[in-house]
T-cell receptor, first 113, second 114 residues
C-alpha cells in the first residue's frame, strides 16, 4: 500500500532552535514530493516542491531534502520563530496508481517564545 | 489573482438534504480536485479532473458527484447528505497534470450533517 508517514506527530521547541521534520514514503517511484503548512482552521499553503530528479529545495529559512532510494524527505527549519507554529504536511505523488497526492498525517509544530 | 475560491465556508445540513460546494480558480489550471480532511484520517481524495469535461474518482467517491463544464469551476455535489460526510472539504488545483507542479488549495468548506 502506498503510504506516507510523518514522525513525530507533535513537536515543541524553544524559539531560535533549528529543527528537522521527517517524512517517509513506501515506494521510490514518485513524481514529486511537496511540503505544506496548515494553520488551524485554514487551508494548506505550499512551502516547497521537490521533483523526483532533485535532491533539495530551499526557500528562505526552509530547506527540504529528498532521498528516493531510502524513501525519505526532511524539512529543515532554521532559526525557528513563534510564527512557524503550525501543522506541517508532507505529500507524495506516486507514479503507480491514481492521479492524487498521498498525504502524511502531519507534524504539529509549536515554537515557544 | 484570487487563487482557489471555495464557497460556502460553513454549512449545516440535515440528513438526506443535498447541496453543492463550489470551487473556482482563476489561474487557468487544468487539474482540479476535491479532498476531505478528517481527524485521524488525514486528507483523502474524493474526485479529480484533468480538464474540462473529464472527471475521475478518487479514494472516497461514494455519495459525491462532480462535473467540469469549464476550466475555472469544479463543483462537488452531495446527493443525500449523511452524518459520515461531516468533514472539512478542500478544493485544490494544479497548472497541468498532477506531478508537474505545485498543488494550490482553497481555504476549505466546513460541513456538518446532523
Amino acid at each position: 500500500k502506498q503510504e506516507v508517514t510523518q514522525i513525530p506527530a507533535a513537536l515543541s521547541v524553544p524559539e531560535g532552535e533549528n529543527l528537522v521534520l521527517n517524512c517517509s514514503f513506501t515506494d521510490s517511484a514518485i513524481y514529486n514530493l511537496q511540503w505544506f503548512r496548515q494553520d488551524p482552521g485554514k487551508g494548506l499553503t505550499s512551502l516547497l516542491l521537490i521533483q523526483s530528479s532533485q535532491r533539495e529545495q530551499t526557500s528562505g529559512r526552509l530547506n527540504a531534502s529528498l532521498d528516493k532510494s531510502s524513501g525519505r524527505s526532511t524539512l529543515y527549519i532554521a532559526a525557528s520563530q513563534p510564527g512557524d507554529s503550525a501543522t506541517y504536511l508532507c505529500a507524495v505523488i506516486y507514479m503507480r496508481g491514481a492521479q492524487k497526492l498521498v498525504f502524511g498525517q502531519g507534524t504539529r509544530l509549536t515554537i515557544n517564545p | 489573482n484570487a487563487g482557489v475560491t471555495q464557497t460556502p465556508k460553513f454549512q449545516v445540513l440535515k440528513t438526506g438534504q443535498s447541496m453543492t460546494l463550489q470551487c473556482a480558480q482563476d489561474m487557468n489550471h487544468e487539474y482540479m480536485s476535491w479532498y476531505r480532511q478528517d481527524p485521524g484520517m488525514g486528507l483523502r481524495l474524493i474526485h479529480y479532473s484533468v480538464g474540462a469535461g473529464i472527471t475521475d474518482q478518487g479514494e472516497v467517491p461514494n455519495g459525491y458527484n462532480v462535473s467540469r463544464s469549464t476550466t475555472e469551476d469544479f463543483p462537488l455535489r452531495l446527493l443525500s447528505a449523511a452524518p459520515s460526510q461531516t468533514s472539512v472539504y478542500f478544493c485544490a488545483s494544479s497548472f497541468r497534470q498532477l506531478g508537474t507542479g505545485e498543488l494550490f488549495f482553497g481555504e476549505g468548506s466546513r460541513l456538518t450533517v446532523l
